[in-house]
């Protein structure tokens, strides 16, 4: 995996999968402004989440996120190849389905219950993924987007 810590130096990869209503598309949008006003060194889509997770878990990436609506997300049987894969290779799954004040901790990433998540190859970057994509989501449904 790709040992990246620093969102400047990151290729990050997400999935739009099927989702185009009002409100999803109003959340990746935030998402990918986000994590260009970051200044993210490159933001990818290859249309496979599989195969973005499995790009994580090689190194040819830095991240992977997904599941910022309803549509957007991997089933648990796209997760479980692919987190077999990344785990093993050191990558590291955080949620994006918990609140936005990470404070109190969250759940762990499960393949049969969590639809939204990023990883990384690095504690550090996957840590500021999820911060960075829960305030997004967040901002983007205070502004009217839910």
């Known amino acids: 995996a790709d040992t990246c ?11 739009v999968g099927y989702e185009r209503s009002r409100v999803g598309i109003k959340r ?11 200044s993210v060194r490159a933001l990818r889509i290859i249309g496979s989440s599989v195969l973005s997770v499995c790009c994580v878990a090689s190194g040819r990436a830095s991240a992977f996120y997904c599941g910022m609506h309803e549509r957007d997300c991997p089933k648990p049987w796209d997760w479980c190849a692919a987190y077999t894969i990344a ?5 590291v799954f955080k949620r994006l389905d918990g609140p936005p ?3 109190h901790g969250s759940r762990p990433f499960h393949v049969m219950d ?3 998540a990023c990883c990384a190859g690095s ?9 960075i994509l829960l305030a997004a989501k967040a901002a983007a ?3 009217g987007g839910t």
């Open 5 to 15: 810590e620093a969102l400047g130096e990151a290729m990050v990869i997400t999935d």
């Open 28 to 38: 990746m949008g935030a998402a990918s402004a986000a994590l260009l006003g970051g």
């Open 87 to 91: 785990t093993e290779a050191g990558v």
């Open 101 to 103: 004040d990470l404070s």
């Open 114 to 116: 969590c639809p939204s």
């Open 123 to 131: 504690e550090p970057l996957a840590s500021t993924m999820q911060a």
């Open 141 to 143: 449904d205070a502004e």
